[in-house]
């Protein structure tokens, strides 16, 4: 019985391991989308210095503008892995739940067995007594 909770045991120590590494990697991916988001309000306000600048140059003004188009479409597909990151932790989730109720019925049923035994054990030895009592006691 032990062997096999040590095995779901260690499955769910797994488990756990994966769901920490993928809520890392949705951290890492929320902290670079935040990245994004501050590069999209910088180059928003170059953008917005060159439009007001007396010498206007066009050139300038659309290299910012196409890389804040850039930075949106960066800030989607972001946004696209952080939904997929999430879905795959919940699924991790889901597999960590399972795993520690595995463990939890056979914690129970290995105290059940545990306490089975014990009563068992007693009653043995309080039998053994009785008879050692009741050799004692033809004896005299």
């Known amino acids: 019985m032990q062997v096999v909770l040590d095995m779901r045991e260690k499955e769910l120590e797994e488990r756990q391991m994966e769901m920490a590494k993928i809520l890392s990697a949705l951290n890492a991916q929320q902290e670079k989308l935040q990245g994004i988001f501050a590069s999209q ?5 170059h953008l917005e210095t060159l439009c007001t600048a007396e010498d206007l140059n066009i050139g300038e003004v659309e290299s910012y503008r196409d890389y804040g188009l850039k930075l949106i479409t960066d800030a989607k597909n972001q946004e696209r892995i952080i939904e997929n990151t999430k879905s795959i932790l919940k699924i991790k989730q889901q597999e960590v739940k399972i ?5 939890e019925v056979l914690k129970k049923l290995k105290e059940k067995q545990e306490k089975e035994y014990y009563k068992e054990f007693l009653q043995a030895e309080t039998k053994e007594i009785d008879d050692i009592t009741s050799a004692r006691f033809r004896l005299n």
């Open 99 to 103: 795993a520690h109720q595995k463990v």
């Open 41 to 45: 309000d910088k180059n928003k306000q």
